[in-house]
């Protein structure tokens, strides 16, 4: 699943939940709980990745230019969104099987 579907989805659900909580007149409360939850998914996206991550990229490292390219970019410290998108990369390069 694609970064871009997640977001929509995201936005879809949260839209939802700002039209459940006018309906039930806890618009203060859903408005805190949304905001509660983008910051932590936020904070989940950006913190850096487990060591087994880091196993991972070098195991993909030097076989395609354009993961190569994302791998310096990101740098010493990867978060999580960057190791996203570099398999993403790495997924769309490598053969199908």
């Known amino acids: ?12 659900l949260s ?3 700002h039209f459940i909580g006018v309906y039930t007149g806890a618009k203060k409360t859903i408005w805190l709980m949304l905001f509660i939850m983008w ?4 904070n989940i996206a950006m913190s850096e ?20 390219a994302l791998i310096q970019e990101a740098g010493d410290k990867i978060s ?8 993403q990369s790495y997924q769309i390069n490598s053969p199908k099987k």
Not at 1 to 11: D, E, N, R, V, W
Not at 53 to 61: A, L, R, T
């Open 49 to 68: 990745i487990k060591p087994s991550g880091y196993e991972k990229i070098k195991s993909v490292q030097g076989k395609f230019a354009n993961t190569d």
């Open 80 to 87: 999580v969104y960057e190791m996203v998108v570099i398999m």
């Open 15 to 17: 839209v939802g939940f």
């Open 39 to 42: 910051a932590g998914s936020i």
């Open 1 to 12: 699943m694609s970064l871009t579907i997640i977001l929509i989805i995201a936005i879809i």
